[in-house]
């Protein structure tokens, strides 16, 4: 999607790589590759975490880490 909107943005200025972007009153030129990133992730990011049901929660448990300030004389966890 996001190369469909770039492509279509360079063709609409002759395949220049800059795309004048209004919004508003406000004009910026950039590139449009970047542009079309930037709109794409936008739009998609909002609407893919709203399709996403799961609860986000972190499982991870004490047990998941072992203690080698004993071994190594630094203080710290370690992933087991």
Not at 16 to 44: E, H, N, R
Not at 54 to 72: I, L
Request: hydrophobic content about 40%.
């Amino acid at each position: 999607m996001g190369i469909a909107t770039g492509t279509i943005m360079a063709a609409s200025q002759s395949f220049k790589s800059a795309y004048p972007l209004s919004i508003g009153s406000f004009k910026v030129t950039m590139y449009s590759a970047f542009q079309a990133s930037l709109i794409m992730t936008v739009v998609l990011t909002p609407a893919t975490r709203r399709m996403d049901r799961r609860e986000s929660r972190d499982e991870t448990r004490p047990d998941d880490y072992v203690d080698v300030s004993a071994s190594t004389g630094d203080p710290g966890l370690i992933p087991a």
